[in-house]
Every structure is written in C-alpha cells, then in structure tokens.
C-alpha cells in the first residue's frame, strides 16, 4: 500500500479518488457482461456457420461420388479477395464479414459434365462460409482480449483500488480524530494551568 499523507487535504483526494472509482466500477462491469454476451452470440453463430458449411460440404462429396468423375473442381475456383466492414462493440473496432469475392473461373464448359457448374457453386458456398468462420474467430479474439483487459480493470477497482482508498480514509479520519481529540486535551490542560496559576496569584 502506498504512502498518505495523513492530512485533510489528503482526505479530500481520497475521498474524490473513491467517488471516481465507484462511479467508473459500474460502467467497466456493464462493459464486461456485454462482452461476454457478445462472445456467446459469436460461439452459437460460428456453430451454426459450421454446420451449414459441413452440411454444404457433404453434399457436394456426395456428388463427386455419385458422378464418380475425376475432377479437381477447387483447381476451377480461384479466390481474389475476403471483402470486410468495420463493425463497433462496446469501443472496439472489429472486422465483419460482408463477401468473399472470386476470380473469374474460365473452363471449358463443353469439357466438363453440367454437375461441374453446381459443384463449383457449392464449393464457393463452402469456402465463403469458411472466410465468414475466419473473421468471427478473428471477432471472437479481438473481444475475448478486450474482456481479459476490462476484468482485469474491474478486479483492479473492486479488489484493490476501492479497499485500498477506503482504508486510506479511515486511516486519515483515525488520525486526524486522534489529533482533534488531542488538541482538546491540551486546551484543557493549558487552561487548567492557566486557571490553577490564576487562582495562584
């Protein structure tokens, strides 16, 4: 614990620090429950993104079996760019997913059977689901980072820095009551002395 001085001034920072710290506790805690919120909302979309993309995925195997061609369908698809917005949670920039683009494919249509098309397709599908998955994990890193900051903070507040400055009060209230009581005491020795030597004379 650090050194006070024990004096009134002091007393009154003290006592301004407590207010500061017991007005912003709420805020960081309000702050907290919304992070964790928004970290279960990712993990139940990220569940529903990867089933939907395991889903997609096993039926575009199951047309590959089917057709039984030998065809690399992903060599046909080319991916140029993950496109982003920036989205905001409780003060913290994040990247939200708005499209995964593709380079224009060029086959030979007469080449290859018409399932080709539609397994091209699914297999876009697929991979868009992936970048979406990529940039929740990416959400879900960045507000996992920022709640480990904000629980640290409110333990900061709770644990230490509110105990730590309440106990800083009435350190000083003790000592300065000390002090008061003390001066009485004096007084009434000093005019005890003053009335006895009075009577004295």
Do not use: H
């Amino acid at each position: 614990m650090a050194q006070v001085k024990l004096t009134k001034n002091e007393i009154k920072k003290q006592k301004d620090a407590l207010k500061r710290y017991q007005r912003y506790l709420p805020t960081l805690q309000l702050k907290k429950q919304q992070l964790q919120m928004v970290l279960r909302q990712i993990e139940l979309q990220k569940k529903e993104l990867q089933d939907q993309r395991d889903d997609l995925y096993s039926n575009i195997q199951q047309w590959i079996q089917v057709f039984g061609e030998e065809v690399d369908v992903a060599a046909l698809i080319e991916i140029d760019t993950i496109v982003t917005e920036s989205g905001n949670i409780a003060g913290i920039d994040i990247p939200v997913f708005k499209e995964l683009t593709f380079k224009d494919s060029q086959y030979d249509l007469f080449l290859y059977s018409l399932w080709v098309d539609r397994g091209v397709e699914g297999l876009k599908g697929v991979l868009a689901l992936d970048a979406e998955l990529f940039i929740l994990q990416r959400q879900y890193e960045l507000i996992s980072q920022e709640l480990r900051t904000t629980s640290q903070r409110v333990n900061l507040f709770e644990k230490v820095k509110i105990p730590e400055t309440k106990e800083n009060i009435r350190r000083i209230q003790i000592y300065l009551g000390d002090q008061q009581t003390a001066a009485v005491v004096r007084g009434k020795i000093s005019k005890g002395k003053i009335d006895a030597s009075g009577g004295a004379a």
